[in-house]
């Protein structure tokens, strides 16, 4: 997929406009399709693969408004972006546009730079969705229900492109609505594991994708302590601890244990390093373009945790800082850190040691990071939904006053990374 000219479909009955959009688009190296009316863009969109749809509102047949209701209403469409064109500048208009699940708006008539900029803002805007926030263990139930209850599996998405983010209890769900959305085609999927805690893996055994043959899933993460990456995910599912093994499931599934700093999953450049944690553990840094999210969670400052290294012994103080100051340069500057906020400070008192982060450590981090977001991620199984509202509270006001914006990560919940581009 990655490397593929992206397909953008444009429906629109006027031959001028229709005419203008596709030689703007097709010298700007993008492949164009386009359709007459709403019907056979309709049509269209269910055959061809595509990453982008151009629709105007008055189109015959079938309008754009029924057009886009129907697009986000079938899971192989759901997800492809609709750019919406009108001359119909109502604002009552455009905000049904949006609330329809438009990804964006373009009032007739446009000059081609103004395409172009809304073209590729949609094309490049990353979307990280949350399907499991939870540390350690999965913890549904009344009192988790606003922040969710999955252990740790985020994705990331540009167009058609997808990387997931470990393996937790949340990966289940995501399973579920990447098939539903295949529309019968195969998927390929990659994959990053921070490290083989059971709550970073347990979902995987009930990841429908990997059932199916013809899907192609590509695992990368560290070794194990002694052992290899794909034999901690097979032993999982011995069957003393599941019915089905690794061997049953049946799509193309290879295991490729990180031995780079930097590499490549699909559309996405990796940067991944070791952070302190039990075992083996990494951070990642994906990139998209020039957009970043660093995923962090699972870790625990040296600065806590080393004997003395709180000021107390300068030696010991030095060191761990500059093992700190390592985390904070891989965070430096992103457009979103995922972080390990995972206690208290109070929780940290008997936690210590426990391979976690205590939440105002990762405002402090995001700081001097520069980050321009920071999620607060991996809650703590004891804490229900009204101890994260107070944490989150806390550490907003923690950061009051600066440019940092402080978001909970909540189950089911997406965030997009616009990057705003001038229209020249
Ligand atoms: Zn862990």
């Known amino acids: 997929m990655a490397g593929d000219t992206l397909r953008i479909l444009v429906i629109e009955d006027e031959d001028t406009v229709r005419d203008l959009v596709r030689t703007v688009l097709e010298r700007a190296g993008y492949e ?8 056979a863009g309709y049509e269209l969109a269910q055959k061809e693969r595509l990453d982008l749809v151009v629709s105007d509102l008055l189109t015959p047949r079938m309008h754009g408004y029924e057009v886009l ?41 446009f000059r081609p730079p103004a395409l172009l900029a809304v073209v590729s803002r949609v094309l490049d805007t990353l979307r990280v969705r949350f399907w499991g926030v939870r540390g350690s263990i999965a913890t549904p139930g009344p009192e988790t229900v606003r922040y969710g209850g999955n252990t740790p599996c985020v994705t990331v998405e540009r167009g058609r492109d997808l990387l997931i983010l470990d393996a937790g209890t949340g990966l289940r769900p ?53 052992k290899p990456l794909e034999k901690v995910l097979r032993g999982q599912m011995d069957p003393e601890y599941f019915p089905v093994s690794l061997g049953d499931m049946a799509a193309d599934i290879h295991v490729e244990e990180v031995r780079e700093p930097h590499f490549t999953a699909g559309a996405f450049q990796v940067h991944a390093i070791y952070v302190n944690h039990p075992g083996v553990t990494m951070a990642y840094r994906v990139t998209c373009g020039d957009t970043s999210v660093v995923y962090a969670t699972d ?11 709180n000021g107390e012994d300068s030696v010991a103080t030095e060191y761990a800082t500059g093992r700190d100051g390592q985390l904070i340069d891989f965070v430096r500057d992103t457009d979103l850190y995922i972080a390990d906020s995972q206690y208290t ?13 205590c939440y105002p450590d990762v405002v402090d981090i995001a700081l001097k990071a520069n980050a321009a ?34 978001i909970p990560a909540i189950e089911g919940e997406a965030i997009e990374l616009i990057k705003e581009v001038i229209v020249g």
């Not at 164009?32 to 019907?39: E, F, N, S, W």
């Not at 009552?92 to 007739?108: C, P, V």
């Not at 921070?194 to 059932?211: K, M, R, S």
């Not at 400070?345 to 982060?357: N, S």
């Open 299 to 309: 870790t625990e400052p040296y600065r806590r945790l080393l004997p003395g290294a």
């Open 32 to 39: 164009v399709l386009t359709a007459p009316d709403g019907q």
């Open 174 to 226: 995501l399973g579920v609505a990447l098939q539903a959305g295949a529309g019968g085609r195969p998927l390929d999927i990659k994959m990053l594991i921070t490290h083989t805690h059971w709550d970073h893996i347990q979902g995987f055994p009930f990841f429908v994708p990997a059932f199916v043959p013809g899907n192609r899933l590509e695992i990368h993460g560290p070794p194990s302590l002694d």
């Open 345 to 357: 400070p109070e929780d940290y008192l008997t936690k210590r040691g426990w391979g976690h982060t």
């Open 69 to 109: 209701q129907r697009l986000k209403a079938t899971p192989s469409t759901r997800r492809l972006p609709v750019i919406v064109l009108s001359a119909k500048a109502y604002p009552a208009d455009q905000r049904k546009a949006l609330e329809m699940g438009a990804a964006a708006f373009l009032a007739k008539p």
């Open 373 to 406: 977001r920071v999620a607060l991620f991996s809650h703590d199984p004891m804490h229900d939904d009204d101890a994260i509202d107070r944490k989150l509270a806390h550490c907003r006001k923690l950061a009051e006053g600066t440019a940092l914006e402080v």
